[in-house]
Nanobody, 127 residues
Framework: QVQLVESGGGLVQPGGSLRLSCVAS????????IGWFRQVPGKERDGVGCITSDGTVYYADSKQDRFTISKDDAKNTVYLQLDSLKSEDTSFYYC?????????????????????WGQGTQVTVSS
């Protein structure tokens, strides 16, 4: 059974930083891609980026300007480093994996191919 558990969220002032973690169980990140999304209740899900099993990272929009995705296969954990945070970054942040697709080690072209999700971690940016 695939399980993803996010942590590291919290309250931070504008300009601050946070590092979110996504610990995977039931899969090995040596063979699975992990994506990061965020969502404010009542609004559409917003893609942040994705890291393939071999460590290639793709970012949505211009999020690589302030966000960095990395992973530690030994810990089966993916990280999302959030820097220079702004109030508009306030959201729930989720990690996900396309584990039921034919190529789960790749970042899918369609966001709908992500099919296992964590419970999310809340990030609040406020002074």
């Amino acid at each position: 059974q695939v399980q993803l558990v996010e942590s590291g969220g919290g309250l931070v002032q504008p300009g601050g930083s946070l590092r979110l973690s996504c610990v995977a169980s039931g899969i090995s990140l040596n063979h699975y891609a992990i994506g990061w999304f965020r969502q404010v209740p009542g609004k559409e899900r917003d893609g942040v980026g994705c890291i393939t099993s071999d460590g290639t990272v793709y970012y949505a929009d211009s999020k690589q300007d302030r966000f960095t995705i990395s992973k530690d296969d030994a810990k089966n954990t993916v990280y999302l480093q959030l820097d220079s945070l702004k109030s508009e970054d306030t959201s729930f942040y989720y990690c996900t994996t396309p584990h039921e697709t034919p190529f789960p080690y790749l970042c899918p072209l369609s966001n709908s191919d992500f099919n296992s999700w964590g419970q999310g971690t809340q990030v609040t940016v406020s002074s």
